[in-house]
C-alpha cells in the first residue's frame, strides 16, 4: 500500500472498532429487549474464545504464508501457488466465520420478523469487530487489517441480499468468499502493478566513492613531485 492509504488504515483501526462495538452493543442490547437473548451466547462465546480461537484458524494460513516466504528466492513458482493457498485460507476463514455468525441465529429471524435488524447488525458486528481486535496487536500488518474491512464491507452487502433471495448458508458462504477473495485480488494487482516502490540507489561508503578512489593517485602525484623538483 502507498503511504498516505497505509497510515489511513491503521489510524482508521480503533475507530473500526469502536463502531462495531457499539453495534454489538445496540443491537446485543435491542434482543436482550425483545427477549432474544438466547440468540446471543454463541458469538459471545467465540468472542471471548477468540484469544484461543483465532489463532489455531490462522495456523494453516500461517504455514503456508511461511513456505511462501522460504521458497520465495530458490523456487518462486512454488513461492507463488503457497501465496495463493495462504490467502485462500484467510478469506475462507474470514467468509466462514461471518456466515457462521449470521446462519446459526437465522433461525430466530423466522420466529419473529421483527428481529430482522438486530440481528444482522449483531451477526456482522460480532464476526467481524472481534478480528479488528486481533489484528490490532500488529498494526504494521495493514493488509490483514484491510481484510477485516473488506470483510465488513462484504458483509454489509450480501448478507441483506442473502435475505432477500433466500439463499442457504452455503450459498451465503461461496458468494461471499468469491467476493472477499475478488478485493483481495484487485488490493494484489494494485501492490504489483499500480503501486512499485520507487528504487534508491545506495550510496557508495566513503571507501568506493570517486574522491576516496583518486585519492591515492593524487597522493602519489603529490610524493613524485616533491622528490623531482
Avoid at 30 to 54: K, R
Avoid at 58 to 68: D, E, K, L, T, Y
Avoid at 91 to 98: D, K, Q
Avoid at 186 to 211: D, G, I, S
Wanted: proline share 7%; charged share 10%.
Amino acid at each position: 500500500m502507498s503511504g498516505p492509504i497505509q497510515n489511513i488504515v491503521k489510524k482508521s483501526l480503533n475507530p473500526f472498532i469502536g463502531i462495531g462495538a457499539v453495534c454489538m452493543v445496540c443491537s446485543g442490547a435491542w434482543l436482550i429487549s425483545d427477549g432474544h437473548w438466547y440468540a446471543l451466547w454463541l458469538a459471545t462465546m467465540g468472542l471471548i474464545l477468540s484469544p484461543v480461537v483465532y489463532p489455531l484458524l490462522m495456523i494453516p494460513g500461517a504455514f503456508c504464508a511461511g513456505v511462501m516466504m522460504a521458497t520465495q528466492k530458490l523456487y518462486p513458482r512454488a513461492s507463488k501457488v503457497f501465496s495463493v493457498l495462504a490467502f485462500t485460507w484467510f478469506c475462507a476463514v474470514l467468509s466462514g466465520y461471518t456466515v457462521l455468525s449470521f446462519t446459526l441465529i437465522q433461525d430466530y429471524i423466522t420466529a419473529d420478523p421483527n428481529a430482522l435488524v438486530p440481528i444482522v447488525i449483531w451477526a456482522i458486528s460480532a464476526a467481524v469487530t472481534p478480528w479488528g481486535f486481533f489484528f490490532a496487536r500488529d498494526r504494521e500488518n495493514v493488509f490483514f487489517t484491510g481484510m477485516v474491512y473488506m470483510t465488513a464491507l462484504v458483509a454489509v452487502i450480501v448478507i441483506p441480499l442473502s435475505l432477500k433471495y433466500g439463499l442457504s448458508g452455503g450459498q451465503l458462504f461461496w458468494i461471499f468468499w468469491a467476493s472477499l477473495g475478488t478485493l483481495v485480488g484487485l488490493q494484489a494487482l494494485y501492490e504489483k502493478y499500480l503501486h512499485k516502490t520507487p528504487e534508491v540507489e545506495t550510496p557508495l561508503a566513503p571507501a568506493e566513492t570517486p574522491a576516496a578512489q583518486d585519492a591515492p593517485v593524487a597522493e602519489d602525484a603529490a610524493a613524485q613531485t616533491d622528490k623531482n623538483p
